[in-house]
């Protein structure tokens, strides 16, 4: 898709969510985009390589509103600072290397979503199941790198 026909997508995006199109909101969503599970000082550094001055704060902010709106998932693995990513919508869950701190997708094993029935829901209404995986990647096992957990 050409840059330019990207850029109207996102920003009819942020209209249809209520958000005013702004040079940092578009620039976050980009860096989202381009590095997904990337973690806020990721996202810092790839939106003042695109965009130039804007302070740490403004970046967070953009973060925290896109966030909210649904445009972007938070995630917070224990032990680890927050990572962001566009795939939103879906029930997808997460696997980390222990080793590199890679981390990717993983779709719901079998069927629909079946992580969502819980041995006892005490009565709360399941719409989302977080998972994550822990282990090392594949890189990181031909390497011989030691889970930080080892």
Known sequence: MVSSEVH?????????NGLQVTA???????????????TAD???????????????QAVYDALSVLTDKGLLRRIQPAGSAARYEN?????????????????VDVDCAVGDTPCLTAAHDSGFEIDEAEVIYWGRCPECLAGGSVSSGD
């Open 87 to 103: 795939r939103v919508g879906d029930n997808h869950h997460h696997l980390i290397c222990r080793a590199c701190g890679r981390m």
């Open 8 to 16: 109207q997508i996102t920003a009819m995006l942020l209209r249809r």
């Open 42 to 56: 990721d996202i810092d550094r790839a939106v003042r390589a695109d965009i130039g001055s804007i302070s740490r």
């Open 24 to 38: 940092q909101r578009m620039a976050v969503l980009g860096a989202v985009s381009e590095s997904p599970h990337g």
